[in-house]
Nanobody, 125 residues
Framework: QVQLVESGGGLVQAGGSLRLSCAAS????????MGWFRQAPGKEREFVAA????????YYADSVKGRFAISRDNAKSTVYLQMNSLEPEDTAVYYC??????????????????WGQGTQVTVSS
């Protein structure tokens, strides 16, 4: 059974930092893209960041570019999202996702087959 388990969310003041982790189990994703998405109340789920299978290519939403960094450790089956200079607008539930397709990278939520349960990030002003 494939599981993605996020951790690291919480409450932080504006300007602060958080590091999210997502540990995968049940299969290896070393040849698969992994991404982070978020969903705020009343809004659709949106793309935040993605890393290709190697981690050598990364992609970001314009709203987080320069502030967030995605990385992965395939030996640990874990993907990370370092979030700096957090803003109240970053408040959302953050989801980790994995694509089952071989070495393809997409920024569309529909392109990901496995999802974590989500972790809440709240940024106070």
């Amino acid at each position: 059974q494939v599981q993605l388990v996020e951790s690291g969310g919480g409450l932080v003041q504006a300007g602060g930092s958080l590091r999210l982790s997502c540990a995968a189990s049940g299969r290896t994703f070393s040849n698969n893209a992994m991404g982070w998405f978020r969903q705020a109340p009343g809004k659709e789920r949106e793309f935040v960041a993605a890393a290709d299978w190697s981690g050598g290519n990364t992609y970001y939403a314009d709203s987080v570019k320069g502030r967030f960094a995605i990385s992965r450790d395939n030996a640990k089956s874990t993907v990370y999202l370092q979030m700096n200079s957090l803003e109240p607008e970053d408040t959302a539930v953050y989801y980790c996702a994995a694509d089952s397709r071989f070495r393809r990278t997409t920024m569309k939520p529909s392109g990901y087959d496995y999802w974590g349960q989500g972790t809440q990030v709240t940024v106070s002003s």
